[in-house]
């Protein structure tokens, strides 16, 4: 890590303000590497470039206090370089600067399917989780509300409130969608219902044995509806509003894009039991049997067949099989578990070319709100390693 500092401009590097630093990035708990450690159950490990020396610096930019973002970014960079420290073998460049006199205008910032972002003083948990998200390829998480009977005649309607990147915070875990673009959810976990099915949905987490989501595709198969079923794990989920029967459309593939269909009346959009939501011109219904803590029944019809007979004795938990409680014609319908399509997108070139996101989606943390942790701004580098990328983004083979 790095702290900076501008040239008329610094910040505490007191060894407070250092272990505030060091926690909030790898510490075991209340941390960004905690986080994602949970929701991807290990697969993904963040720790420091230099796990002796967490916290590098402070260096000076040669530069006035501004939020000239692009600059920033280049003279972090180059003071890293002079110190000797190897850049390149960081997936994550985050610059943690006082912004008393630079005077930036959001809560953090990160390129999308980058590696840079820029966190102002006093940032929180959820904000470096959620900018870090776009370095992982993760768009804001927006709601739709649909005309009936469709999934293409949608309004956007503000963020979704069911994850980090949506205004969630993070209490909430990620979107299936958000897992399936990382390679997060072992294909085993997510089937595609090709024909009319029923089908048992466990619990999007933790991870474990059972059906974790479900993929429709729709529109003629261009884009697919994505559905999982969220309840209370551990720290994550614990809001009752992120809770319930989701859909989520996934457009061309683009999985860290998706959004989440509102499919209620009231203000959760999960899909209630005894409950339908319908696309007329994929001749689709998707209807929730029950619902408890352990798990979802659904019912999939498909261009109007009816699903298969429920089996008599359904399992009373995901436990027992891969699909739980799928008969023969059910295992049919829903086809070969096969890997979602492709991989997750290739980062750019060079972090220069990738996009940057203006602010944090109204994650609950402005100016005279935020959770700030004890440090007057800084700059880390987080990275590491594990299997396929050095800050531990580790997946399964």
């Not at 969220?230 to 994550?236: E, K, S």
Request: proline share 8%; hydrophobic share 35%; net charge neutral.
């Amino acid at each position: 890590m790095v702290m900076v500092n501008f040239a008329d401009s610094s910040q505490d590097t007191s060894a407070e303000a250092v272990a505030g630093l060091d926690s909030i990035y790898f510490g075991a708990a209340d941390s960004l590497a905690s986080y994602y450690k949970e929701v991807t159950s290990g697969q993904a490990v963040f720790r420091a470039l230099d796990p002796s020396r967490p916290v590098l610096g402070p260096v000076t930019l040669p530069m006035s206090a501004a939020c000239d973002t692009s600059r920033i970014k280049k003279e972090t960079i180059k003071a890293l370089s002079a110190q000797g420290v190897d850049t390149t073998k960081a997936d994550h460049i985050s610059a943690v600067f006082p912004n008393g006199k630079a005077q930036c205008g959001f809560g953090g910032l990160g390129e999308v399917s980058g590696s840079f972002s820029w966190m102002p003083a006093g940032f929180s948990q959820t904000a470096l989780v959620h900018e870090i998200g776009h370095n992982l390829g993760y768009s804001h998480h927006e709601r739709v509300r649909c005309s009936p009977g469709s999934v293409t005649a949608c309004q956007t309607d503000g963020t979704s409130g069911k994850t980090p990147m949506g205004s969630g915070g993070t209490t909430a875990g990620l979107t299936a969608p958000e897992l399936l673009h990382q390679a997060w959810l072992d294909p085993r976990e997510t089937v595609q219902a090709t024909r009319s099915v029923h089908i048992t949905l466990r619990p999007l987490y933790p991870a474990g044995p059972g059906i974790r989501t479900v993929r429709i595709p729709v529109t003629g198969g261009k884009d697919e509806l994505v559905v999982e079923y969220r309840q209370p794990t551990g720290a994550l989920d614990t809001d009752k509003t992120v809770q319930g029967v989701l859909i989520h459309r996934v457009r061309d593939g683009r999985y860290g894009s998706s959004a989440l269909v509102h499919a209620s009346p009231d203000d959760t959009g999960a899909l209630a039991p005894g409950t339908v939501f319908s696309s007329t011109d994929d001749k689709l219904a998707i209807r929730v049997l029950s619902a408890t803590k352990t798990a979802a029944e659904l019912e999939i019809k498909r261009d109007g067949d009816p699903a298969p007979p429920r089996p008599a004795n359904p399992a009373p938990t995901p436990q027992a099989s891969a699909t739980p409680d799928a008969g023969a014609e059910d295992a049919a319908a829903l086809g070969a578990r096969q890997p979602y399509p492709g991989s997750p997108p290739a980062r750019s070139g060079s972090p220069a070319a990738a996009k940057p996101e203006a602010d944090l989606a109204d994650t609950g943390f402005h100016s005279g709100t935020r959770n700030a942790i004890v440090i007057s701004g800084a700059a880390l580098i987080a990275a590491g390693a594990a299997l396929t990328y050095t800050l531990g983004r580790r997946r399964r083979t």
